[in-house]
């Protein structure tokens, strides 16, 4: 059943009744103009008091998926397997679906967009990536990709939450790890948010929709704040830097899509340095519009409702995602064939990854803590096992993109830290 | 004729072909992905000579708005009187049309509004406020304005850039002025810009989608940078302040809605503060997403081209603004009755308007100038002749809304002034 005009009432099947999905309920009850109702709510843990008549809910998913009354399902739930078997299944009998779990839609979004063009209904997931900030139906409105130069953005909250402890009060980035855990900024799996994992996710759904670039996750180069030490904060702030753990893609020359999650020294002229504690923030570059930057709370039950909210809405006027770009009849494609200038960080003496650098322009070392400044080339960082190792710390710098490929040369500062 | 579905063609009736027109022509011609095409362009001056074919080009209007093959009238004109009589005619024919024309919307609101809903057809006009920010589309994603507690932005983009010289370069007002000018960031009349007629006309496009208002332009209280004085810079620089034009509307806690353009002392804190030149940024409150931030560049033809492309993007799969908010049983209500902490700076003495404040919290005066700080009773700006006046400036603090209505009285200080 597809909703032909703003005046269908959507009748929600609604599966998980967290904060966020009991926001939502509250909010629909109370707004009779909105014209959307929740029919039935799935739950996996009947025996909790629930603040709503207790006929609303049901712990058999077939209950809404089933019903043909039903024509929008909202997936809230925090298990992605679970979450994909709604989502398809919902998709496959025909009724429009909004979801707001990233690691479900990165991990299966070659196969839920076919779902939704061969079944055509609408799928959206506005609240997936950067929750309440609209980037996705922004990048959705950018019909030609080459209009489009890159998109960079800080989208999880809870290591930009960290980062601006750490910068701000001093923190180390132990202590500020506790403080977002105990405010409750981290994922159920705090390793999702440290470790670049949820920044993936969303990475990978923004590249869907600003180049038509479809691409498991785990083949992004990314990284976290996991490994980032207290020389390495003193450095950025000497240099009038801070630390932010940007997610970016970037159209090269030659027309191929750069692509990576890692923290970045950012300069106080970049919008992105203005982003503080749990808020995601996304710099947009196109060719007509220039640089467009979007900000707002990345993650949390209100934003997220928020973003949900606004997806139903677009469900009124039968608004679907057009995923115009992955229809180009020569789509964009991921590269690792590029130079960014990064800093590297390690423990002691000797053990100075000279060899992987193309070029170095700076360095330091001291019993504690070395530093490396150079050129890299991006292809090197495919193998994983030396730079994200726990004593290793890589940042790339502001306008990190190098253009010429540099002819690999040694100076004497090379012999001098080899010595 | 309507758009039915994302496979319609977009046959184009185009109107104007300045910088913005011939960059949408060029773009659409080379992305026939785009499934649009101009069909007929009506210019005003046939002996310029035009980068396209000659048959393109027709100096009748009616060429195009009586043609039964073109179902898009795109309005790229500076006359909003010639524009006026365009969009009515098109809508009345059952086109679609896109416009650009802020001064024309404002203007005739309420008329546009009734005329889209009488013919069922859609009129798009994102480019109209803060050009490439897609503002007003997010503002319609706020479907219940009981969620939204306010907007404030920066709209006009040739008076930030002047402010912007003023405080970064030390530039003069007046300088600053000029160096506007020569960049071209000024309008053709530049008194629009200056004296902040074309912020109060975004203001009301903003005011029609985020609480569902169309007030007369001319009765929401505004001003301009145009009296500001180097002696407010001085004193702004002094608190850490810079000023900013700000247009904006706050819903009180009585439910209605106060509006208004004004300068504003604004803290580096505020996410408006780091606004610099021709850019635009907007940041709305909402009881869900909390605070978001739009930023991006508000006029010049490159920007207003890419929200003019994205509004016949939206066109394709049937778009239209619902104006939902309009059509609430109680539709929110503008006031003046709410009070205001504001700076106001004159010159010499003697000329001291403390009648009109309710308090006066803080003053200076010298031979040369003299200020104000205190709460006023915002209605009393209803009658401009005294803050208006070449010589008198008028500035809004932070966080300027007073919830409580002070009680009039006397302190010594203005009884120093007063002698």
């Given at each position: 059943?597809?909703?032909?005009?703003?005046?269908?009432?959507?009748?929600?099947?609604?599966?998980?009744?967290?904060?966020?999905?009991?926001?939502?309920?509250?909010?629909?009850?109370?707004?009779?103009?909105?014209?959307?109702?929740?029919?039935?709510?799935?739950?996996?843990?009947?025996?909790?008091?629930?603040?709503?008549?207790?006929?609303?809910?049901?712990?058999?998913?077939?209950?809404?998926?089933?019903?043909?009354?039903?024509?929008?399902?909202?997936?809230?739930?925090?298990?992605?397997?679970?979450?994909?078997?709604?989502?398809?299944?919902?998709?496959?009998?025909?009724?429009?679906?909004?979801?707001?779990?990233?690691?479900?839609?990165?991990?299966?979004?070659?196969?839920?967009?076919?779902?939704?063009?061969?079944?055509?209904?609408?799928?959206?997931?506005?609240?997936?990536?950067?929750?309440?900030?609209?980037?996705?139906r922004n990048l959705e409105e950018y019909y030609d990709n080459d209009l489009l130069h890159g998109i960079s953005g800080i989208v999880n909250g809870s290591t930009n939450y960290i980062l601006t402890k750490v910068f701000e009060e001093k923190l180390s980035f132990e202590e500020a790890l506790l403080q977002a855990q105990y405010e409750g900024f981290a994922e159920s799996d705090p390793a999702l948010d440290v470790e670049?994992?949820?920044?993936?996710?969303?990475?990978?759904?923004?590249?869907?929709?600003?180049?038509?670039?479809?691409?498991?996750?785990?083949?992004?180069?990314?990284?976290?704040?996991?490994?980032?030490?207290?020389?390495?904060?003193?450095?950025?702030?000497?240099?009038?830097?801070?630390?932010?753990?940007?997610?970016?893609?970037?159209?090269?020359?030659?027309?191929?899509?750069?692509?990576?999650?890692?923290?970045?020294?950012?300069?106080?002229?970049?919008?992105?340095?203005?982003?503080?504690?749990?808020?995601?923030?996304?710099?947009?570059?196109?060719?007509?519009?220039?640089?467009?930057?979007?900000?707002?709370?990345?993650?949390?039950?209100?934003?997220?409702?928020?973003?949900?909210?606004?997806?139903?809405?677009?469900?009124?006027?039968?608004?679907?995602?057009?995923?115009?770009?992955?229809?180009?009849?020569?789509?964009?494609?991921?590269?690792?064939?590029?130079?960014?200038?990064?800093y590297i960080s390690f423990d002691g003496l000797f053990h100075v990854p000279h060899e992987k650098f193309e070029k170095i322009e700076e360095w330091s070392s001291s019993d504690r803590r070395c530093h490396v400044t150079g050129i890299i080339r991006f292809s090197r960082l495919l193998d994983a096992s030396w730079w994200k190792r726990k004593s290793v710390s890589l940042i790339v710098y502001p306008d990190a993109f190098?253009?010429?490929?540099?002819?690999?040369?040694?100076?004497?500062?090379?012999?001098?830290?080899?010595?």
């Amino acid at each position: 059943m597809s909703i032909q005009n703003q005046q269908t009432k959507l009748n929600i099947g609604l599966f998980g009744f967290g904060v966020v999905g009991e926001g939502l309920y509250k909010v629909l009850e109370q707004t009779p103009t909105l014209n959307a109702q929740i029919k039935k709510v799935c739950i996996k843990h009947p025996e909790k008091r629930r603040s709503a008549p207790e006929e609303l809910f049901t712990i058999d998913p077939e209950v809404l998926l089933q019903d043909n009354d039903i024509n929008v399902i909202v997936e809230l739930i925090d298990d992605a397997d679970a979450a994909y078997y709604i989502v398809s299944t919902a998709l496959k009998n025909k009724k429009a679906v909004v979801s707001a779990n990233k690691k479900l839609i990165a991990e299966h979004l070659a196969e839920l967009i076919a779902l939704q063009q061969h079944f055509k209904v609408p799928f959206l997931y506005e609240s997936a990536a950067c929750a309440s900030i609209p980037v996705i139906r922004n990048l959705e409105e950018y019909y030609d990709n080459d209009l489009l130069h890159g998109i960079s953005g800080i989208v999880n909250g809870s290591t930009n939450y960290i980062l601006t402890k750490v910068f701000e009060e001093k923190l180390s980035f132990e202590e500020a790890l506790l403080q977002a855990q105990y405010e409750g900024f981290a994922e159920s799996d705090p390793a999702l948010d440290v470790e670049g994992t949820d920044a993936v996710n969303k990475l990978t759904i923004l590249l869907a929709h600003a180049y038509g670039i479809v691409s498991p996750p785990q083949e992004i180069v990314h990284t976290g704040i996991q490994n980032l030490q207290a020389a390495d904060a003193v450095f950025a702030r000497e240099k009038g830097y801070e630390i932010k753990l940007v997610a970016q893609a970037r159209k090269l020359d030659n027309g191929k899509i750069a692509a990576f999650v890692l923290p970045q020294f950012v300069q106080k002229d970049s919008q992105l340095y203005s982003v503080r504690n749990e808020y995601n923030g996304v710099i947009i570059e196109s060719r007509l519009a220039d640089k467009q930057f979007f900000y707002g709370k990345g993650a949390g039950s209100f934003p997220t409702a928020s973003a949900v909210l606004s997806d139903l809405s677009a469900l009124r006027y039968d608004y679907k995602y057009e995923y115009k770009k992955l229809r180009y009849q020569e789509p964009a494609q991921l590269t690792n064939d590029f130079f960014l200038r990064v800093y590297i960080s390690f423990d002691g003496l000797f053990h100075v990854p000279h060899e992987k650098f193309e070029k170095i322009e700076e360095w330091s070392s001291s019993d504690r803590r070395c530093h490396v400044t150079g050129i890299i080339r991006f292809s090197r960082l495919l193998d994983a096992s030396w730079w994200k190792r726990k004593s290793v710390s890589l940042i790339v710098y502001p306008d990190a993109f190098v253009d010429k490929v540099p002819v690999k040369e040694r100076t004497e500062k090379d012999v001098l830290i080899l010595v």
